[in-house]
T-cell receptor, first 114, second 110 residues
């Protein structure tokens, strides 16, 4: 089955700096890669996603890149703000008609210091 | 549009008991997936239901079961609770591949 590894497990950045989280996946057939942000006491919230036919996607201060050859994808947060402090999860999935099962990375705890 | 709702939000049970958790998906979403989140194991897939049928199953013992109703609402049941079942149980609904999560039910087994 799919295996997703996520690094680093914790990340501390100064407000205004950039944060980068990296994930690798094992199943070359995976074709959809969402990123979730989880704040304390809440469920994961989708912040951005990318499909395998796209190499990069941006949404304001957030961007995701995908390297299918190397089987890794990354989340980039620019101009970090204190409200970006949370746990971030990457996930991978092979979309198929017989059902979808997300495989998550272990999570990255991001702390943005004011 | 209302998001995914889960009830109850918190639950305390003792070993050996059983528990039923409920999930109401986003209106129009027919797929409901369940995940268990623990500090040690992270987020793990339990099962997925689509049109009242289990479409996918993770690697959990048979004590974990679920069902889906004709209105797409879903329930999951854990029988003979063990201490290790203490976790945040998350439900996610989807129309296509994007899954939207509810706030979760935090279960504590004593």
């Amino acid at each position: 089955g799919e295996n997703v590894e996520q690094h680093p497990s914790t990340l501390s950045v100064q407000e205004g700096d950039s944060a980068v989280i990296k994930c690798t996946y094992s199943d070359s057939a995976s074709n959809y890669f969402p990123w979730y942000k989880q704040e304390l006491g809440k469920g994961p919230q989708l912040i951005i996603d990318i499909r395998s036919n796209v190499g990069e996607k941006k949404d304001q201060r957030i961007a995701v890149t995908l390297n299918k050859t190397a089987k890794h994808f990354s989340l980039h947060i620019t101009e970090t703000q204190p409200e970006d402090s949370a746990v971030y999860f990457c996930a991978a999935i092979r979309i198929k008609a017989a059902g979808n099962k997300l495989t998550f990375g272990g999570g990255t705890r991001v702390l943005v210091k004011p | 549009k209302a998001g995914v709702t889960q009830t109850p939000r918190y639950l305390i049970k003792t070993r050996g008991q059983q528990v039923t958790l409920s999930c109401s998906p986003i209106s129009g979403h027919r797929s409901v997936s369940w995940y268990q989140q623990t500090p040690g194991q992270g987020l793990q897939f339990l099962f997925e239901y689509f049109s009242e049928t289990q479409r996918n199953k993770g690697n959990f013992p048979g004590r974990f079961s679920g069902r889906q109703f004709s209105n797409s609402r879903s329930e999951m049941n854990v029988s003979t609770l063990e201490l290790g079942d203490s976790a945040l149980y998350l439900c996610a609904s989807s129309l296509l591949e994007t899954q939207y999560f509810g706030p979760g039910t935090r279960l504590l087994v004593l």
